[in-house]
T-cell receptor
Framework: AQSVTQLDSQVPVFEEAPVELRCNYS??????LFWYVQYPNQGLQLLLK??????LVESINGFEAEFNKSQTSFHLRKPSVHISDTAEYFC??????????FGQGTTLQVKP | EAGVAQSPRYKIIEKRQSVAFWCNPI?????LYWYQQILGQGPKLLIQ????????DSQLPKDRFSAERLKGVDSTLKIQPAKLEDSAVYLC??????????FGQGTRLTVV
C-alpha cells in the first residue's frame, strides 16, 4: 500500500524568507510524485511533478522539489516566498493506475 | 483549454435528503476521478473511471453513494440518503495518463 506523510501541518514564515515543506512517502512499487496547491475555496492546482529523469523538478513560480529515493522524500522548497504563496500544499503519490494518494496537507502562512 | 467544470459550487441539505453533483472533465481526458475532502484533511479517492468503466471504487460507501459516467464524458455523483459526516468538499478531476490530474473547483456540501 502507498501512503504519504507531510511532516508539518503549519509552516509560518516571513516574506522573502526561504521555506521547505517536507513530504515522505512509502510504496513498494515505482511511483510518481506531485505537489498540489490549494487556495481558499478553490480546487487543487498542480504545482510540480516527478515522473522520471532528473530528480530536481521546478515550477514556473519559483518552487522546486527533489526526489530522494533512498530517503523516500519529496520535499518542496522556495528560496524566497511572497505573501501570495499563502495556501495549503498537498504532496501526493501515484502508481501506474493514476490514482493519487494525498498527504494531510501543510498550511504555508507567509507573514509581512 | 477549458478546465474541469463542476456544479453546483455550494449545497446545503438536511440529513437523509439526497443530492447530486455534476462534473465535465477536460476534453479528451479518459480518466475521471471523484475525491472527497473533509475539512483539514487531504482529498480521498471515492471512485475512478477509465472512459465509462469503473477502475477503483474501493473507498466508495456503496450503501449511500453512487456514481456514473455515461458515454465516457460527463459524470454525476449522488448521495442518498446524506449523513452529517458527508459534509465535505467533493472534487472532480480528470487526467490523460499518469502525468497528474487536473481538478475542478469543487462542490462544498453541508449536511445539517
Amino acid at each position: 500500500a502507498q501512503s504519504v506523510t507531510q511532516l508539518d501541518s503549519q509552516v509560518p514564515v516571513f516574506e522573502e524568507a526561504p521555506v521547505e515543506l517536507r513530504c515522505n512517502y512509502s510504496s513498494s512499487v515505482s511511483v510518481y510524485l506531485f505537489w498540489y496547491v490549494q487556495y481558499p475555496n478553490q480546487g487543487l492546482q498542480l504545482l510540480l511533478k516527478y515522473l522520471s529523469g532528473s530528480t530536481l523538478v521546478e515550477s514556473i513560480n519559483g518552487f522546486e522539489a527533489e526526489f530522494n529515493k533512498s530517503q523516500t522524500s519529496f520535499h518542496l522548497r522556495k528560496p524566497s516566498v511572497h505573501i501570495s504563496d499563502t495556501a495549503e500544499y498537498f504532496c501526493a503519490v501515484s502508481s501506474n493506475t493514476g490514482k493519487l494518494i494525498f498527504g494531510q496537507g501543510t498550511t504555508l502562512q507567509v507573514k509581512p | 483549454e477549458a478546465g474541469v467544470a463542476q456544479s453546483p459550487r455550494y449545497k446545503i441539505i438536511e440529513k437523509r435528503q439526497s443530492v447530486a453533483f455534476w462534473c465535465n472533465p477536460i476534453s479528451g481526458h479518459a480518466t475521471l476521478y471523484w475525491y472527497q475532502q473533509i475539512l483539514g484533511q487531504g482529498p480521498k479517492l471515492l471512485i475512478q473511471f477509465q472512459n465509462n468503466g469503473v477502475v477503483d471504487d474501493s473507498q466508495l460507501p456503496k450503501d449511500r453513494f453512487s456514481a456514473e459516467r455515461l458515454k465516457g464524458v460527463d459524470s454525476t455523483l449522488k448521495i442518498q440518503p446524506a449523513k452529517l459526516e458527508d459534509s465535505a468538499v467533493y472534487l472532480c478531476a480528470s487526467s490523460l495518463g499518469q502525468r497528474g490530474a487536473f481538478f475542478g473547483q469543487g462542490t462544498r456540501l453541508t449536511v445539517v
